[in-house]
């Protein structure tokens, strides 16, 4: 078989013609378009990184706000709950100190008009049995019983110490005036003469003596003369006693005698 190199040569031509004709209006433009598009995407894949990382930077910038914000709140939170606690701690402290404060003065209170009220029915208590004790002495008052009280008188004229004879003896006999002697009832003169011997041996000298009859002198006998005095009357055993109870219930207990100190 023959070969025609013509049409080889014709055929290699219009290849060669076709090959750059496909290159040079064919695959360039779609190169040309394949690099753009490609630069394209390239771009839109830059373009879409930064957008990711500026969309992960506010993402972390937003957990870090909300973080720090989480942190604040919880810390507010905190402080507000502990500030609340103390207040309501100081609130309540101060309640209590006031209910405190409350009981104690009412309790103090209570207490004194307690006290007020047993010292008052106490001194009440105490006049009426005083003031019983003596009228169920004056009741009972008769002339035997002062002729009784008529020998502790005597008894006692010789029971005086030196100084207080001495006294009354000079008083007794100075005085222009005879000495009185007072009773709740009138003397039957053997009394009387009892007891003027007494005064008598006592002093060693002549008394004169005046006897008066004093119903307010309940049980008991008295001799006055130049403002001294000499008697016994069961009276005066009363009226002490019942100043000695009265200093003892106007007496403050140890209790109420200042506050106590802490």
């Known amino acids: 078989m023959l070969i025609d190199w013509f049409t080889v040569g014709a055929q290699a031509l219009n290849f060669l013609v076709l090959v750059w004709v496909l290159k040079h209006f064919l695959y360039k433009p779609i190169l040309d378009a394949i690099a753009a598009r490609e630069r394209g995407i390239a771009a839109k894949l830059t373009d879409a990184d930064a957008k990711t990382k500026e969309a992960q930077k506010q993402q972390d910038d937003f957990e870090r706000k909300n973080k720090v914000f989480d942190e604040q709140r919880a810390a507010l939170l905190s402080k507000a709950t502990d500030e609340a606690k103390t207040e309501h701690d100081r609130l309540f402290g101060e309640a209590r100190k006031e209910a405190d404060s409350l009981r104690a003065t009412q309790a103090a209170a209570l207490k004194s008009d307690q006290a007020r009220l047993s010292k008052e029915i106490t001194q009440t208590a105490s006049k009426e049995v005083f003031a019983i004790a003596r009228k169920t002495l004056a009741d009972l008052a008769t ?84 403002g001294q005095k000499i008697g016994w009357s069961i009276a005066e055993y009363l009226t002490s006693l019942e100043r000695k109870v009265g200093v003892l219930l106007n007496e403050p207990k140890p209790a109420e005698a200042g506050p106590a100190v802490k």
């Open 143 to 226: 002339d035997s019983l002062e002729e009784r009280v008529g020998a502790v008188f005597t008894h006692r004229l010789g029971q005086m110490d030196g100084k207080s004879k001495e006294t009354l003896g000079a008083a007794l006999r100075s005085s222009k005036d005879p000495a009185v002697v007072q009773s709740a009832f009138e003397m039957p003169a053997e009394q009387r003469a009892t007891i003027q011997n007494a005064l008598n041996e006592t002093f060693s000298a002549e008394i004169r003596v005046r006897f008066e009859a004093a119903p307010d002198r309940i049980c008991g006998i008295e001799l006055t003369t130049e």
